[in-house]
């Protein structure tokens, strides 16, 4: 059978909490006359930590680095083409992708440019043995970019395609 825990207050009124009330710390029973403020903390806290974490993982977007391609991709790189629409040759989509120029912080004064974000995609293209690009947009996002962890920035996009003989 369980045991039932009585507190007495000092008013000496007996007073039995219930099991939410009561959290163990370092061995001790504790009373906490505010239980659901210290769930809502605790699970607070650990959402404040998670976000943290993803932006850390998730939001430091950039580039492929050069060090990534292979002789043969480096030796294409400057081959890929970069079109704004279509194109008339019959080709296979390889995937798309998407390249990124930021302003990492607020006091730098690095420029953002569309040149460095085509360079993203031609990177991405070259990694995938692509001879083209087509359907490139760029947009311009002057306010803080969250998803890519930028202050301000430009992000460019296409699909890269291989040719077909």
Do not use: H
Not at 27 to 56: C, E, M, W
Request: proline share 4%; glycine share 8%.
């Amino acid at each position: 059978m369980g045991k039932i825990l009585t507190v007495f207050m000092i008013d000496k009124t007996e007073y039995k909490p219930r099991l939410s009330e009561i959290w163990n710390c370092f061995g001790r029973a504790i009373y906490n006359p505010l239980p659901a403020l210290s769930i809502i903390i605790s699970r607070i806290s650990f959402i404040i930590i998670l976000i943290i974490l993803l932006q850390v993982v998730i939001g430091c977007a950039s580039n492929p680095s050069i060090s990534s391609l292979s002789p043969e991709q480096r030796a294409r790189l400057n081959t890929i083409q970069i079109i704004k629409g279509g194109v008339d040759r019959p080709y296979k989509i390889l995937g798309t992708v998407k390249g990124l120029s930021c302003q990492r912080t607020v006091n730098s004064t690095q420029l953002i440019t569309e040149d460095e974000a085509i360079d993203g995609i031609r990177l991405e293209a070259a990694l995938l043995g692509a001879d083209a690009v087509i359907n490139t947009v760029c947009q311009i996002n002057s306010g803080t970019d969250w998803g890519n962890n930028c202050w301000s920035s430009i992000v460019c996009i296409g699909d890269a395609i291989k040719y077909k003989n």
